[in-house]
């Protein structure tokens, strides 16, 4: 398990392997200046992404 690492959605620990962990970069105010932006980095597990996001939502790195 990646020390101190717990998946956004589910809270638990991540394994490393296969496709975990993965991060997901939010930004705020994105149609700003970068000087206007802010970050956050978030880590979840590849299968509770694949279950949060709308069906309709193309995850391409997560293709089989």
Not at 39 to 48: I, L, N
Request: proline residues 3%.
């Amino acid at each position: 398990m990646v020390e101190g690492i717990q998946c956004c959605f589910c809270a638990k620990g991540i394994e490393n392997g296969g496709l975990d962990p993965g991060t997901l970069i939010y930004v705020a105010n994105h149609e700003c200046k970068e000087s206007e932006q802010q970050t956050q980095q978030f880590f979840c597990h590849a299968k509770c992404l694949r279950a949060t996001l709308h069906s309709k939502t193309p995850l391409y790195v997560l293709e089989d």
